[in-house]
């Protein structure tokens, strides 16, 4: 059995150690991690991530426990050879990029060889070829602050190689940048692993990396609270036969991650007793639908994906519900629109006249739904009610009590099954169509 | 790290922060400066006494007389014993006879004194008019030297001292009888001598001649004073304590040199501790700067602690910035100092020019002060930098890197 990188055996990291500020940031923590593993500590702010990969780096001496990189426990190394294996064995990539401002990205990147002595010729070269492969070669000469954010990152994920070492470290990578440029940062991170069979340790709080990872590490208040396989990548810690089973489990960790192992267990079981699908098929009915909404895909091609076998990437829903999904959804959005509509014009009463009509839209897309018959009193107090929590003049429970008063009162005066069912609908429209950031 | 890329990463700061670089080295600057100009105005006046007071050999000449009370005489024979020392080169005497003086009728009292060429240049004698006698001019019989004093007697004014070269005077020589008594011969020489020079010797009355001619009209046994012309600087104090063992009377010109020497290196030291309280103004400024950059940096010391740079590395770096600007603040200091120094002197030169005075050079700058002055700078750089860089490379990587 091949021995680990990296090993962790009771670490414990203290820091302010005997002042009244002391705070235990780690206490026993072990880990095995093997070479050429994708790994990532995933878990809250404060949680001890960083402590962690910094205590893995060698900036930070553990109090108590071991720790050993390689078979050796560098901080028993006196500072100048612990700088030789940080040179040698570690890169590392900051959240902040941390590139020095006053050189330029060439320099930058080099820079670490520079402290290696190497000559400046081997060290430009290597840069460069660096920068090329990661898409940055041409801005090499500029300096860093002219670069967008995700060029700064992919600059430092050069830098972080530039001395080609075994463990890249990677403190929140892509905390920094917008969607696109995390997405490249974290395709070239995953390249290093992947092409480049280098281990990667990353601290993360973003659940949608954890699928990159081997192995993601939960930590909470200092403590591994549990270690999750991504059953989607080979695994390269060797597995006893029957000692770890994959489960649902892990499944759930990933879509919920921030929740207990007991929540997960819960959730597990009242999924089974509520819901008529599974979790990977509600997370294709979720995309799916996703789409719909966007007005990405029409609705055949919406029914088209539900119908569609669970092999071949479908939902696999019978075609008849289906069919009931997409126009329930259709209409849906429709209502949804006019919410949106009469939402934006409710500051210009010149044209109250249309709000009002809206409101009877709605009104009678309602009563549509629900096959309900009303009087002329009836109708106008409905549409009153609407007008008022669309404007948001009244909340949802209100709107429900309101539908059960008497007519006089200004009420429908409706069954309270009616009620339920009828608030319950109109609060789903409201929720597609008010914009959450709305303007003031 | 290399070298170059150490000089490379340390003057980054010309680019960076190329204004508070330069305010600093200017700091200095002015502190080094102030010691370069004050130090230098010691230099330039000590230089201009000495040149007063030294002559090439006088330097190195030792005079003799006798004191009389041990019945010691100044005889040719002493001249020979003297000329035996190894340490002696050359000894030169001077004898010295009372006379009356004519020139156009008007008499007056001085002393003759027989000298030969050598002995000028013992004793350091100038002429401020007309030449001096040289070694050829040793079997000279018709000329002679006398004293400014010797011209008041003349009733010449000041101005006219240039205009009395080649007049002529007569001599009459007063000689004591040799027969035992008090009496005074009185010695007629019958020719007249043309004055050449005019000595810068002041308050005496003297004319002086070649000894050979004196000697055509006296004989000569005994001699008022001995010019002993020692080979080196070392034996100088051997050979004046062997003479004061014997029991003459020795008068050095270096000890008034030395004693002058002294005198300036107190006010050098007044003047360089000015220049140095300006010094240590500008070099806590500087001190100020650097643990400023310190705190600066923290961030960056942080970021090259945790990809590979050593602790020794970031203090190099430290210490390489701060010696770089320490440094150039001393070659600023030197250029803004000489400046100064040039600058006023050549102000002071024509202002003088004006008032009919003498070109001086106020300012001295002896290369090997102003290459101690740039090392030292350098050394001021050095200290103000070592404890920030001690600092810096000291500082947990993690802490730094989290500092903003």
């Not at chain 1, 895909?297 to 019978?318: H, M, Q, T, W």
């Amino acid at each position: 059995m091949a021995k680990p990188l990296i090993v962790c055996r009771d670490l414990s990291i203290i820091y302010n150690q005997g002042k009244s500020n002391e705070f235990k940031a780690l206490s026993g923590v072990n880990t095995d991690i093997f070479e050429g593993e994708y790994i990532i500590l995933f878990g809250p702010s404060g949680c001890g991530k960083s402590t962690l990969m910094y205590a893995i780096q060698g900036s930070l001496p553990p109090g108590e426990g071991t720790l050993l990189v390689k078979g050796d426990d560098v901080y028993s190394y006196p500072p100048a050879e612990r700088v030789y294996f940080q040179r040698h064995v570690m890169g590392i990539i900051f959240q902040q990029f941390n590139l020095i401002m006053s050189l330029s990205v060439l320099d930058n990147v080099a820079l670490p060889m520079i402290f290696c002595d190497r000559d400046k010729a081997t060290r430009n070269r290597r840069a460069q070829s660096l920068l090329d492969r990661f898409g940055v070669g041409h801005v090499s000469h500029k300096i860093p602050a002219m670069l967008s954010g995700g060029q700064q990152q992919r600059v430092s994920v050069s830098r972080s190689m530039v001395n080609d070492p075994k463990i890249l470290l990677a403190d929140e990578p892509t905390g920094n940048l917008d969607s696109v440029s995390t997405q490249q940062v974290m395709d070239k991170i995953d390249e290093i692993n992947t092409f480049d069979r280098r281990t990667i340790i990353m601290v993360s709080h973003n659940a949608a990396h954890l699928s990159y990872a081997h192995r993601v590490y939960y930590l909470k208040d200092g403590l591994i609270v549990r270690e999750v396989v991504n059953p989607q990548r080979k695994q390269i810690k060797p597995v006893k036969e029957g000692e770890t089973i994959v489960t649902e489990l892990e499944q759930l960790a990933r879509l919920f991650p921030y929740d207990s192992i007991e929540t997960l267990r819960v959730k597990s079981l009242v999924n089974y007793l509520t819901q008529d699908y599974t979790f990977d098929q509600l997370i294709r009915l979720e995309k799916a639908t996703s789409l719909f909404i966007q007005g990405k895909v029409d609705r055949k091609a919406f029914i088209k994906a539900l119908v569609l076998s669970y092999e071949r990437g479908g939902v696999e829903i019978p075609e008849k519900e289906a069919r009931r999904i997409a126009s329930v959804s259709e209409k849906m959005i429709k209502n949804a629109d006019d919410i949106r509509r009469y939402r934006a014009r409710k500051d210009n009463s010149g044209i109250f006249f249309s709000q009002h009509k809206l409101a009877e839209r709605l009104k009678e897309h309602l009563l549509q739904v629900y096959r309900i018959k009303l009087s002329k009193e009836q109708n106008e107090n409905m549409t009153e009610l609407i007008a008022d929590r669309v404007t948001g003049v009244t909340g949802d429970e209100e709107m429900n009590e309101r539908l059960m008063k008497g007519i006089r009162s200004g009420g429908l005066a409706l069954s309270e099954k009616e009620a339920d069912d009828l608030t319950r609908y109109f609060e789903k429209v409201i929720a597609q169509g008010v914009d959450v950031s709305y303007k003031s | 790290m290399r070298i170059q890329d150490l000089a490379q990463l340390s003057t980054r700061m010309f680019k960076t922060n190329p204004m508070r670089t330069w305010l600093t080295i200017l700091g200095m600057g002015v502190g080094t400066g102030a010691v370069v100009v004050l130090v230098g105005l010691g230099f330039g006046l000590q230089q201009i006494i000495l040149e007063q007071i030294v002559f090439g050999e006088s330097l190195l000449s030792l005079g003799v007389s006798s004191t009389g009370a041990q019945g010691l005489r100044l005889t040719p024979e002493t001249v020979t014993q003297f000329e035996q020392n190894e340490a002696v080169l050359d000894a030169a005497p001077l004898a010295r006879f009372p006379a009356l003086v004519t020139y156009k009728g008007l008499t007056g009292n001085v002393f003759v004194q027989g000298v030969e060429p050598p002995y000028l240049r013992y004793a350091g004698i100038t002429a401020t008019a007309g030449d001096v006698f040289t070694d050829e001019d040793a079997g000279d019989a018709n000329s002679i030297m006398i004293s400014p004093a010797t011209l008041k007697l003349f009733g010449v004014e000041d101005e006219e001292i240039d205009g009395f070269i080649g007049e002529k005077v007569s001599l009459r020589l007063l000689v004591p009888a040799d027969d035992g008594t008090d009496d005074v011969n009185e010695i007629v020489i019958d020719k007249e001598y043309t004055v050449r020079g005019i000595t810068a010797e002041e308050g005496v009355l003297n004319a002086l001649m070649m000894l050979p001619e004196l000697r055509n009209y006296v004989g000569i046994e005994e001699y008022e004073r001995i010019q002993v012309r020692v080979d080196t600087n070392e034996n100088l104090p051997l050979v004046e304590a062997e003479l004061i063992e014997e029991g003459y009377r020795v008068t050095a010109l270096s000890k008034t040199v030395e004693q002058a020497s002294q005198i300036f290196q107190g006010i050098q030291a007044v003047l360089a501790t000015f220049g140095g309280i300006a010094l240590v103004v500008s070099a806590i400024g500087m001190f100020n700067t650097m643990t400023v950059t310190l705190l600066e940096r923290t961030k960056e010391i942080g970021i090259m602690r945790t990809i590979g740079a050593s602790p020794n590395d970031v203090k190099y770096l430290f210490v390489s910035e701060s010696v770089v600007v320490g440094f150039l603040g001393g070659l600023s200091g030197i250029l803004m100092g000489v400046t100064l120094g040039v600058t006023v002197n050549i102000f002071l030169n024509i202002v003088a020019g004006q008032f009919g005075g003498q070109a001086v050079r106020l300012f001295s700058f002896p290369l090997d002060f102003l290459a101690f002055i740039a090392i030292f700078s350098a050394c001021v750089g050095y200290l103000t930098g070592i404890f920030p860089a001690r600092r810096a490379s000291t500082l947990n990587p993690l802490d730094a890197i989290r500092y903003e």
